[in-house]
């Protein structure tokens, strides 16, 4: 039976009396109670719920059809980017349905590759994953990072590339950082956090990272440390070595603030200090490469949409910086050096462009791509002659190509297979006006032929935030919505960085509304071109995107028929007081704050249910072990949502276990997701299938 005639009965989320003060404002938390996500209380809360979604989602006759066309798409040879340290070459396979993808290496482009590392084999339901690599500049170590249930809390272990052994090595307390070996391949540096509590290490907020050197064989207590700041709580360390082995470049962060420092170290000298070469948080410098003493960087210094930089670190002063590259019409998203040459990565209107440019910043080509899309790759060395990349669009299921960087010739180096036709659909680009006249792009997929009578059931998506750009990229969960008829919608709305920073800026703190606007403003469109209306649309988003999706449900209830936040943030008053919450102050500004408050309050997806309101059709999703947005956002929006909704159209959560935020899923969860999503939607929207 359809939705609107099922009656659903919802656990019981009891409330408590906690109401706190901010800057004399009174908001009751009634739902504090399930931030404790292992508390008796909050686990049988869990489990009832679940009960409830998996019942209702069993109910969907078409859900099984759905699944079995997910697991046929989903069933073909998945190859990462090919890349070469040493003599020998490294590249990523799945074999299909296989939980994680495989890492192989291989002497040459056409010997036998042989399996290096199969993260399937570390668990029996794929749920260790691979978190990150570092593979010693000869080729012959590798140091490898993995997660446990999605969890950010990475262990890193060695192994010998040539005979596959483990090392002793054991590393232990490491988030957000990757690892980088010295030249020598004696060791490598890495970023940890002090030991924290075993029991609440999953909502303790992380603070006080450090910067240590790991000697190969050592045990970790014996590391050494290479940089810490006891007078700053909230920096972060990245350190990675130089291509010539000569410097380690220490980037620091704060929080998700796209700016960052640069400090270095001269490895050559074992007495040398640590250089502060960048001392103020006024922009981002992404650093390149260098020349000896001069240091090549990407940075938006008075440049929002990106330049390329040099500094000589022998006569530091920012007035004798030289531009090589200067800014563009397009956003310069990332550069290498290979070839002796920058190779310049651009977004224009959120596709890709590949330029080439001599180390003076003068023109010598633009790569030649296969069409409008997206492309991943030109990594290497500086003497690399040839690279890879992949190029990906909405019906196009990455190819990879070979790159002679002499020639400036692509060919097909390996064409993935998918058992559909990308000739049946069709893409398009176009621009619509937000709120405020802001131009705004949308792509928009589906089948051809599509009658645009208003009648299309309708999946908007977005992020909206973090600098985070949104490009073409193919996904077979979508295909299969659009195989049902479906129209995919995706808007580069504010907050994002496909118009470099002054278009994040946008989408910020106080402006944080203009995300919502032009979001509202896609499916607005939408709607006066005939492609869809509220009944027929849904809107759907993650973490980020999960507030998005749950702050224009409550803003405008009636314009959608559907909504899927993911793992959202949605406690705008507490998001900062959870494991790495804290640093999204830079983005949304803090409630701690009595200037960044209001706009919190405002839109905060928890504080402004309306008890009565009839709200769209919506499936919260989360995971027990998210410790990036912990799941109480998402459990107490829930418990708030059923309790304020006054309508027919369900209201459920999807609550995996043993998994996390989203990095690492095991195939097998991800295609289960997937069905449950379409299968809510077949019946919230009303698809025929």
Not at 400 to 410: A, D, K, W
Not at 501 to 508: D, I, N, S
Request: proline residues 5%.
């Amino acid at each position: 039976m359809p939705y609107s005639e099922k009656s659903l009965n919802y656990p019981l989320s009891h409330k408590i009396d906690q109401v706190d003060d901010y800057h004399g404002s009174l908001v009751a938390d009634p739902y504090r109670w399930l931030e404790d996500p292992d508390s008796e209380k909050t686990r049988a809360w869990i489990e009832a719920q679940n009960q409830v979604t998996f019942a209702y989602l069993g109910e969907v006759s078409t859900r099984e059809k759905i699944q079995q066309r997910l697991n046929k798409l989903w069933d073909y040879e998945k190859y990462g980017i090919p890349f070469k340290e040493g003599e020998n070459y490294f590249y990523f396979k799945n074999d299909g349905l296989q939980n994680q993808s495989v890492l192989y290496t291989l002497k040459s482009l056409d010997s036998e590759p042989r399996v290096l590392l199969d993260p399937n084999k570390l668990s029996d339901d794929g749920t260790v994953a691979l978190s990150g690599l570092a593979i010693s500049d000869n080729g012959k170590l590798l140091a490898y990072g993995i997660a446990t249930s999605g969890s950010d809390w990475q262990e890193w272990k060695v192994i010998d590339v040539e005979t596959g052994a483990d090392f002793p090595d054991h590393l232990n307390w490491i988030k957000f950082s990757g690892a980088s070996w010295t030249n020598d391949h004696q060791g490598f540096f890495y970023s940890r956090y002090d030991e924290p509590n075993e029991k609440t290490k999953l909502e303790d907020v992380n603070y006080y990272q450090k910067l240590y050197y790991h000697q190969l064989g050592r045990p970790q207590s014996e590391d050494i440390l290479i940089y810490q700041r006891i007078d700053q709580k909230e920096w972060g360390f990245n350190g990675v070595v130089t291509e010539d082995g000569r410097y380690l470049i220490i980037s620091v962060w704060l929080g998700t603030d796209s700016r960052n420092l640069v400090f270095y170290k001269d490895l050559t000298d074992p007495n040398a200090e640590v250089v502060e070469l960048i001392h103020q948080f006024e922009a981002d410098y992404s650093f390149i490469d260098n020349d000896e003493s001069v240091f090549y960087f990407r940075t938006d210094l008075d440049a929002p949409r990106g330049r390329v930089i040099a500094i000589d670190t022998a006569n530091p002063a920012k007035e004798i910086w030289r531009e090589i590259i200067p800014q563009a019409e397009a956003t310069l998203e990332s550069v290498n050096i290979l070839n002796n040459q920058f190779i310049a990565d651009y977004l224009e209107d959120a596709r890709s462009q590949v330029k080439i440019f001599d180390l003076n910043g003068t023109l010598v080509r633009n790569v030649e791509l296969p069409g409008l899309g997206a492309v991943d790759g030109f990594g290497g060395k500086r003497g690399d002659t040839e690279t890879f990349y992949k190029f990906t669009s909405f019906t196009t299921p990455g190819t990879i190509y070979r790159y002679n960087l002499i020639t400036g010739q692509s060919e097909v180096f390996r064409e993935i297979n998918v058992d559909f036709n990308p000739d049946d659909y069709e893409t398009k680009q176009v621009f619509y006006q937000s709120k405020d006249g802001t131009q705004v792009p949308m792509f928009i997929t589906h089948k051809k032929g599509i009658q645009l009578d208003g009648n299309n059931s309708t999946y908007l998506y977005a992020y909206g935030g973090f600098n985070v750009s949104l490009t073409p990229n193919f996904s077979v969960s979508m295909l299969v919505w659009m195989e049902m008829g479906g129209v995919y919608a995706m808007p580069n709305i504010r907050g994002g960085g496909e118009y470099g920073e002054e278009w994040h800026q946008a989408g910020m703190k106080d402006k944080k509304q203009n995300v919502f606007d032009d979001f509202i403003a896609a499916a607005e469109w939408l709607m006066a071109n005939n492609y869809t209306k509220p009944e027929k649309l849904a809107i759907a988003g993650g973490s980020n995107g999960g507030l998005l999706v749950g702050a224009c449900m409550t803003q405008r209830p009636e314009l959608f028929g559907a909504a899927l936040p993911a793992v959202g943030v949605m406690d705008m008053l507490r998001f900062h007081k959870f494991t790495i919450g804290w640093a999204w102050t830079a983005e949304y500004g803090s409630p701690d704050n009595p200037e960044e408050f209001p706009a919190l309050y405002a839109y905060s997806p928890l504080h402004n249910l309306k008890p009565g309101t009839a709200y769209p059709a919506t499936l919260i999703t989360t995971a027990d072990h998210d410790d990036r947005v912990v799941p109480a956002h998402s459990f107490k929006f829930a418990a708030a949502l059923q309790t304020a909704h006054n309508g027919n159209a369900p209201v459920l959560i999807r609550i995996e276990t043993k998994a996390g935020h989203g990095a690492g899923k095991p195939t097998a969860k991800i295609i289960e997701e997937a069905a449950d999503k379409w299968a809510f939607l077949v019946w919230a929207l009303a698809v025929e299938v």
